[in-house]
Structures are given as C-alpha cells and as structure tokens.
C-alpha cells in the first residue's frame, strides 16, 4: 500500500475516522475527535491536510500533516497542545515502520527535505524506531507524570518523599491556626460546567497570567478551546472542574477530561493571594484523595513538562521527545553540520 494524502474536508474526515476509532490510539483523551476537532477549528495553521497509510483494510498510520517551513512538513501540534497528532501501530516492526516513514516523503503535496514529529509520548511511539532510523534525530523535550491504575491513596501517599508530606501537613496546619475551614468539590454535572469554567476564569484572570494578557477569558481563543474540550467530555460526565474552597471562596481549580482508561489533569490555578498555603499543591492531594482507590482502573496522567518538585508527586516519570526525520542520511548530515556552523 501507499499513502493517501486527503486535501479537502480534513476536519470532517478526521471527526469520522477518530469517532470510528478507525486510527491507532485514538481512545487517547488527547487524540479523540472531542479534544482534536476543537484544537483545529479554533487553532488551524492553514494548508492542513490528513495522511493515512492503509495496509489490508487497516489504517496503521496516520497523520495530521501541515506545512512547518518552506522545507518542512510537520505534525500538527499546537502550543495549547501536549502531544502531537499521530497515530502509529505500535506492533509494526523497526523494518516496516522507517520504510512507512520514509515512504511519506515522496506522498507529500510538495517537495521536503525533512518532517517534524513534536511532542511524542514513548506510551504511544517506540522512540526506539525512530532512534533506530538512520536518518531521524530524536531530542528529549518534557517530562510527563503518571499514576497506575488501581492504586490505594494510603499507598501512593506513603511512598512520597518525607519532605512532600512534611510539606503538605505543614500548610493543613497554617490553616487550622487561622481557623480556615477547607472543602474540596467536584463539578461535573454537564448544566454546572459554565459555572465550573468562569470560576477558572476568574482565578485565573486575577494572578500574573490575566496581567500579561494571557489568563483564561470566555472570548479570547484559548478559553473558547478549553470550553468547548470541557463541553464536549461533560456529555458522559467525563470533564470536571475540582475546586479548592477556604471559607466557602474558591482559591484553586484544576480541569480534567477522562475515559474508560484515562485521567488528564489538563490545567490549573489558583488564588496568588493564598501562596503561603499552597492551594494548588493542596487541591492536587485532596484530587488524588479522591481518585485512588483501587476501583479506579484509570491512570491518571498530568501532561506537562514536569519540575523536580512535579517529578515528586508522582510515582512515574517517562520523557516526550521531538523527532525530525530527514529525506535521507546525507541530508541529516548537512543540517547538523548547518547546526554547528550556526
């Protein structure tokens, strides 16, 4: 078989094929039509099309594809986003998997000397098979969290460090001085989602980020994307807002979108004002609190670009890598001697 390149009505095929679960890991919250579709409508590049790869009336790989430079194609992948658009059949052997990957170079609409695949997750992609081709560079990017499935918060808790937990009971007891009374909420109620979301938006809007500019509004375009993605998974009561209260107020929110097999912390924020009590760390525990038990047969993911401190909350920690695959071996060569000149 051969790639197929798809020009016209992408957005409609791609919402078919991935409600079909026609693609490759496709039941990944971040790959499902209900986060993909709104990603591309309110955040399109232009120009992008759909490349599909079909092999005995099986998709095994496909790609969200957009023009990255004159000489470069890419995977869509968007800065709102924490993982790229592809879909590739982990059982594909090395051999098979670089002659597919290479092939898509001579199935582009134009001529490229390189391709770009951002922001893979190891869970999805062997990095191994892209490291193996001998005309791909492979960079570490980011380093992403997780949780088991089926864990006990007793065990979780007790294999944090000492200072995670001296830490957390050190806040609890600054507030328990000042007499706070602290509640921990969960939205999900698909007609309590907008109130669940201006309250994001207000927190948010009131720290650093709503002072660049930069904060959660329900006009500008990330807060159009957030609403929708939290619209969409509150259908089958899969969005959630949890909220953090002292006093009745809401001084920290996260959002999550979930399905039968995962959980995704998508974004957080809290009240500035409250620092000295960690409501964001403190949201984060009684979140987990909540979540862990060993009925949960979920993961829970935290897409980010963890610090040490993220990296101790959680029992596994595995890198995202940035691949950029070159038409052949010499042209690897040269733009890595580009690069040194440079």
Not at 184 to 213: H, N, P, S, T
């Amino acid at each position: 078989m051969a790639w197929v390149i798809h020009k016209e009505n992408v957005l409609q095929l791609l919402r078919d094929r991935l409600d079909q679960q026609l693609y490759c890991n496709s039941q990944h919250p971040f790959l499902e039509s209900r986060y993909v579709i709104p990603l591309m409508e309110v955040f399109p590049h232009g120009g992008e099309y759909l490349a599909e790869y079909e092999e005995q009336g099986n998709i095994i790989c496909a790609f969200v594809m957009s023009k990255y430079s004159a000489l470069t194609a890419a995977a869509y992948v968007d800065g709102v986003c924490q993982i790229s658009l592809t879909y590739i059949d982990r059982s594909l052997s090395q051999d098979k998997f670089a002659s597919i990957i290479n092939a898509l170079f001579n199935s582009l609409p134009k001529f490229f000397l390189a391709i770009n695949f951002e922001l893979q997750d190891p869970d999805l992609t062997d990095e191994e098979k892209f490291s193996n081709m001998k005309n791909a560079v492979v960079n570490q990017c980011a380093n992403n969290t997780s949780i088991p499935p089926g864990m006990e918060f007793e065990e979780y808790w007790q294999q944090r460090s000492k200072s995670v937990r001296k830490d957390l009971a050190r806040r609890m007891r600054s507030l328990e001085r000042e007499n706070i009374q602290v509640e921990y909420r969960v939205i999900d109620d698909e007609a309590e989602i907008d109130q669940g979301f201006d309250e994001y938006c207000r927190l948010e809007g009131a720290g650093w980020k709503g002072e660049q500019g930069t904060a959660l509004t329900a006009t500008n375009e990330q807060g159009m994307f957030y609403k929708r993605v939290m619209d969409g998974f509150a259908l089958n009561k899969q969005a959630k807002f949890h909220q953090l209260l002292f006093d009745g107020v809401v001084v920290a929110s996260l959002m999550t979108i979930e399905n039968s097999e995962m959980i995704i912390v998508v974004k957080t924020t809290y009240d500035e004002d409250m620092s000295k009590f960690s409501p964001g760390r403190l949201l984060d525990y009684y979140m987990l609190k909540n979540l862990l038990t060993s009925s949960n047969q979920q993961h829970i993911e935290n897409y980010t670009n963890a610090s040490a401190n993220d990296q101790k909350w959680f029992p596994r920690v595995r890198e995202m890598y940035d691949v950029t695959v070159y038409r052949s071996p010499l042209v690897k060569q040269l733009a890595q001697f580009k690069q040194k000149l440079n």
